[in-house]
C-alpha cells in the first residue's frame, strides 16, 4: 500500500496497522509535512520480519525507516521527523522553549494518562468496566479542554493558527473517542462538557492530510469486534447515555515571580536528573525540598494533574515531568548540548530515555522494591535484568567505543540511566539483587563506575545510605498506621 505522495525510489517507509492511534499520528505528521512515503501493513498477529528486525526491543508498531534505519515510538517520530526535515510543512514543536516543554507535557499525558485511562474502554470484559472506563475518560478530556483554552491563546488548535505537536498526538485517538459512545454508551467528546475540544475535533479531523488516515467510526467498530473475538470478549451491545460529570477547573495561576525555583525530592531519581542538567549549564535557582506526606499547596498548584516532583518554576511558569524538563534546560541555556546535534542520535536518545522510564523503573522500583512476596520479586528482577540487558546492548551501540551514551562527555542518557544508580545500589544492599554487574553487563558496569567518579555525579546524586534511609522511614510510618 503506497502511503501519501509516494514515488519511485523510497526514502521513507512506515510499518503500521491502519487503526493504531500512534500509526494514525505519524501519517497525519508525514501527510502535513507533505513527505512522500510508503506505507506497510503489518499483521499483529503474524508481524513481519521486517517490523521485527526494525524494532527488535517493542516489536511494536509505527516504526519509520529513514534510508534504511529505523525510528520507533510514535513520539520520537513526530519529532524526528521536525528535526530531520526541518523546511517541509508545519513546525510541530513551537520556537519557545517553554512552549516546546508545554507541548512535549501534554502529548507525553495523551499517552500516559488518555491512552491508559481509554484502554478498558476498548477491551473491558463488561458494560460496566467500560463506561465506568468512559466517565474516567470523560474526566481526562475535561483536562485537555483546559489546556486547549490556555495553549490555543483562543486560536483554532493546540499549536495556535497551526497544527502542532499536541494536536497530532491527541488527533490520532479521533476515530477512537468518537467510536467510544457506540462501544459502551458514553459520549466522550461531549460538546455541554467539552466543546473547545468537539469544536477543535471537527477542525483537526477535516485537515487535508487528516481526513483521510483517521477512520470511520464503523469500521472502528469492526476492528474492535474482531479484536475482542480474538481474545474471548463478548461484544457489548450498548445503550445510549451521556455522562455528566461536575466543572472542575485547577487554577494554575502562580503567585509571584521567581527566576528558578525547582520542586523535589532529595532521593528522588527524576529530580536528580534535572538537579544536574542544571548544575552542567551553570545555572543558579532556588530548590525547596518536597514532603510526599504533606504536599505543599505550591506543588499542588504547579502540577496539578500529577501532584508529582520535580517541578521547575521559570519566571513563574511551572514544567513538569523530568525529560520534558531536561530538554527545556538543555534548550534554553547556555553550555554544551545535552542531546545529540544530528536528529536520527536524537531520536535515539529519546527512544532509550523512554525505555528507561517505561520499562525500567516500573520493574526496578514499582517490582523489585515495593514486591508483596518474595514471588512477585523474583519475577520483576526477571524483568528489571532483561531491560538492562536491551541497554548494555544500545550502550555498545551508541557510545562508539567511547566512555558515555553521550560521547566523550556526559549527556541527556547518561543523565537518565545514572540518576538510578544510587539507588541500584540500595537495592543490592536491601535484597541482594545487583542490577548492573561485571558479569552480565560489563559495559554498563565500566559506564556507571565512570559516571560514579564524573565531577558532574558527584555534585548532585545522593548515595545509597539516603536511599535506605527513605525506604526505611516509609517502612516505619506504614508500620505505625497499621
Known amino acids: 500500500m503506497a502511503g501519501r505522495e509516494a514515488t519511485g525510489v523510497e526514502e521513507l517507509t512506515l510499518l503500521g496497522v491502519w487503526a493504531s492511534p500512534f500509526v494514525i499520528r505519524a501519517r497525519a505528521a508525514l501527510n502535513l509535512k507533505g513527505l512522500a512515503y510508503r506505507y506497510v501493513e503489518d499483521d499483529l498477529n503474524s508481524k513481519s520480519e521486517l517490523l521485527l528486525a526494525s524494532n527488535p526491543v517493542h516489536k511494536k508498531v ?66 460496566e468496566d467500560r463506561v465506568e472506563a468512559a466517565r474516567q475518560v470523560v474526566a481526562v478530556l475535561e483536562k485537555f479542554e483546559q489546556a486547549l483554552e490556555e495553549c490555543s491563546g483562543g486560536k483554532a488548535f493546540f499549536g495556535g493558527d497551526g497544527v502542532g505537536l499536541v494536536d497530532v498526538v491527541l488527533g490520532g485517538f479521533l476515530g477512537w473517542l468518537r467510536a467510544s459512545e457506540a462501544m459502551c454508551g458514553v459520549r466522550v467528546l461531549d460538546p455541554a462538557k467539552t466543546p473547545l475540544l468537539v469544536a477543535w475535533a471537527d477542525r483537526f479531523g477535516a485537515l487535508d492530510g487528516v481526513e483521510e488516515v483517521i477512520p470511520g467510526v464503523q469500521r472502528l467498530l469492526e476492528y474492535n469486534k474482531m479484536r475482542r473475538a480474538l481474545r474471548g470478549l463478548p461484544y457489548i451491545q450498548t445503550s445510549h447515555c451521556i455522562v455528566f460529570l461536575k466543572e472542575t477547573r485547577e487554577n494554575n495561576t502562580m503567585a509571584g515571580k521567581e527566576d528558578l525555583k525547582l520542586l523535589g525530592l532529595l532521593v528522588s531519581p527524576f529530580v536528580v536528573r534535572v538537579r544536574m542538567v542544571l548544575s552542567m549549564k551553570g545555572v543558579s535557582y532556588e530548590y525547596v525540598e518536597e514532603d510526599l506526606k504533606n504536599k505543599s499547596e505550591l506543588l499542588l498548584k504547579s502540577n496539578p494533574v500529577h501532584n508529582k516532583v520535580p517541578v521547575l518554576i521559570h519566571n513563574g511558569k511551572p514544567l513538569c515531568e523530568s525529560l520534558v524538563i531536561v530538554q527545556y534546560v538543555d534548550e534554553l541555556f547556555p553550555g554544551p548540548s545535552i542531546l545529540p546535534t544530528d536528529p536520527y542520535a536524537r531520536a535515539t536518545a529519546r527512544f532509550w530515555a523512554a525505555y528507561i522510564d517505561d520499562k525500567l523503573f516500573p520493574a526496578w522500583y514499582g517490582g523489585i522494591v515495593k514486591a508483596k512476596t ?106 505505625a498506621a497499621k
Not at 118 to 125: A, Q, S
Open 62 to 127: 509505527p516504526v519509520l525507516l529513514h534510508d534504511g534505519r529505523a525510528v520507533c515510538e510514535s513520539l520520537v517520530i513526530l519529532e524526528y521527523l521536525d528535526e530531520a526535515f526541518p523546511s517541509r510543512g508545519p513546525h510541530l514543536l513551537p520556537d519557545d522553549p517553554y512552549d516546546r516543554a508545554v507541548a512535549r507535557f501534554w502529548a507525553s499525558y495523551v499517552d500516559d494518562k488518555l491512552f491508559s485511562t481509554w484502554i478498558p474502554v476498548y477491551n473491558g470484559r463488561t458494560r
Open 374 to 479: 518474595e514471588d512477585e520479586r523474583a519475577e520483576k528482577v526477571t524483568e528489571t535484568l532483561a531491560a538492562i540487558a536491551q541497554i548494555e546492548e544500545a550502550f555498545a551501540k551508541c557510545n562508539e567505543g567511547k566512555a558515555f551514551f553521550g560521547g566523550d562527555s556526559i549527556g541527556y542518557l547518561d543523565i537518565v540511566l545514572g540518576s538510578f544508580l544510587f539507588w541500584f545500589e540500595a537495592v543490592r544492599r536491601m535484597y541482594g539483587v545487583e542490577i548492573i554487574s561485571a558479569s552480565k553487563t560489563p559495559l554498563l558496569a565500566a559506564w556507571a563506575e565512570r559516571f560514579r567518579e564524573s565531577a558532574e555525579a558527584k555534585e548532585v546524586v545522593p548515595g545509597a545510605d539516603e536511599a535506605l534511609q527513605f525506604v526505611n522511614k516509609f517502612a516505619a510510618a506504614a508500620a
